[in-house]
């Protein structure tokens, strides 16, 4: 019984952080964040809303600088004041940030939102357990180890969520007319738009496939499409 303590204490620990987790990211969007109202944006998503269906797409602002797009587990869409600040200013288009809004609803329908707050905490859990089993086999390297294998095991996960996201934004573009020039385009901004003052690699950068790889997808995508009417 003894061996599998570390096995239990990790699955009781990811249950447990998986709940702390959730209600610590609702509270902290519910007191920094606001429903956008734009009006340009809100003719972009009513025609979103209308492909797929929909009443209305809402899209609230998450107020932190950093230029990113949000979907909560709780199934809410963000997007940051700085990325919004980017558009008022021109370096991103309506069009482009509507992309944005389409990404995250894809991760929203696709279901990676809530799997991936399982997944963080399922992975520090495992990382925990499995830097204590290799500990007793290779002390002192087993926990450089375990979080070496869990960080890419996160980044393959986190790439093919991106894929399947960006495939969902693209249909929702094109069968709504806005098209998928405008994700791609944003593509090719998103590094320079995301790049830290410090001169370091963004972390948004680092969990997401490469920027020819996403574009390069998504024109393999439109070849099987015929143009919207």
């Known amino acids: 019984m003894l061996k599998f303590t570390p096995i239990l204490l990790a699955i009781l620990y990811a249950a447990a952080m998986y709940h702390f987790s959730a209600r610590r990211t609702a509270k902290e969007l519910d007191a920094r964040s606001t429903e956008l109202a734009d009006p340009k944006l809100k003719r972009l998503t009513d025609r979103m809303a209308a492909a797929l269906n929909l009443e209305r797409i809402r899209v609230n602002i998450y107020e932190i600088d950093p230029v990113n797009g949000l979907a909560a587990p709780d199934g809410r869409i963000f997007i940051t004041r700085g990325f919004y600040r980017k558009y008022q200013q021109g370096e991103v288009t309506g069009e482009e940030l509507a992309s944005v809004i389409a990404h995250e609803l894809g991760h929203v329908a696709l279901g990676h939102s809530r799997r991936r ?3 963080f905490s399922g992975q520090n859990a495992l990382r925990t357990a499995l830097a204590m089993v290799l500990s007793r086999f ?14 890419l095991l996160a980044a393959r996960l986190s ?3 991106e894929y399947e996201a960006d495939a969902y934004a693209a249909a929702l573009l094109h069968k709504s007319g806005i098209g998928v020039d405008a994700q791609k385009s944003l593509f090719r901004k998103l590094e320079e738009l995301t790049q ?3 001169g370091a690699v963004p972390a948004w950068l680092m969990s997401h496939p490469k920027t020819e790889e996403r574009i390069a997808a998504l024109d393999k995508l439109e070849q099987r499409w015929t143009p919207a009417e």
């Not at 002192?140 to 960080?151: F, T």
């Open 117 to 119: 707050m399982i997944d």
């Open 159 to 161: 790439r093919g969520d």
């Open 196 to 198: 830290s003052r410090a």
């Open 138 to 151: 290779i002390p002192g390297v087993g926990p450089w180890i375990a979080n070496a294998l869990m960080s």
